[in-house]
T-cell receptor, first 115, second 116 residues
């Protein structure tokens, strides 16, 4: 099955600086890569996602890049704010009609933005 | 937007009893729902995939006789933890895929199960 690795496990940044989280995946058939933000005791919230036919996607301060050849994708948060502090998870899935669309999650990155 | 609810949000039960958790898609139909378990400070681990009208598909290492999943309608899936033990204490989260298509999964708010 799919194996997703995520680094770093913790990340502390100064407010206003950028944060970068990297993930690698094992199954070259994976074609959907969402990123989730989870606050303590809450549900994961989709913050951005990318499909395999796109190399980069941006939404305001958040961007995701995908390198299919190297099988890795990254989350970039610019101009970090204290409210960006949370646990971030990357995930990968194979979204095809004949597949279960199962998400495989990375281990998570705890981001702390210092004021 | 697509909304998924879970009930109850918290439950405390005694060891040996069974607990049922409901997952509902409120404004869309979900042919596929997923059940995850999340231990403190850990990632989400997929337990099973639930397809409406058919048997659930369990991930390796998940006991299907202990974690009973029923997906009787396009808007409701239930997870029953049978003969619960303290090691089953965890945060259980469901997600659902819209039957009309799309890649996104919509997550429920989770259920905190504590077995005493």
């Amino acid at each position: 099955g799919e194996n997703v690795e995520q680094h770093p496990s913790t990340l502390s940044v100064q407010e206003g600086d950028s944060a970068v989280i990297k993930c690698t995946y094992s199954d070259s058939a994976s074609n959907y890569f969402p990123w989730y933000k989870q606050e303590l005791g809450k549900r994961p919230q989709l913050i951005i996602d990318i499909r395999s036919n796109v190399g980069e996607k941006k939404d305001q301060r958040i961007a995701v890049t995908l390198n299919k050849t190297a099988k890795h994708f990254s989350l970039h948060i610019t101009e970090t704010q204290p409210e960006d502090s949370a646990v971030y998870f990357c995930a990968a899935s194979i979204n095809r009609f004949s597949n279960d669309y199962k998400l495989s999650f990375g281990a998570g990155t705890t981001v702390t933005v210092r004021a | 937007g697509a909304v998924v609810s879970q009930h109850p949000s918290r439950v405390i039960c005694k060891s040996g009893t069974s607990v049922k958790i409901e997952c509902r898609s409120l404004d869309f139909q979900a042919t596929t729902m997923f059940w995850y378990r999340q231990f403190p400070k850990q990632s989400l681990m997929l337990m099973a995939t639930s397809n409406e009208g058919s048997k659930a598909t369990y991930e390796q290492g998940v006991e299907k006789d202990k974690f009973l999943i029923n997906h009787a309608s396009l808007t409701l899936s239930t997870l029953t933890v049978t003969s619960a033990h303290p090691e089953d204490s965890s945060f259980y989260i469901c997600s659902a895929r819209d039957a009309t298509g799309g890649y996104e999964q919509y997550f429920g708010p989770g259920t905190r199960l504590t077995v005493t």
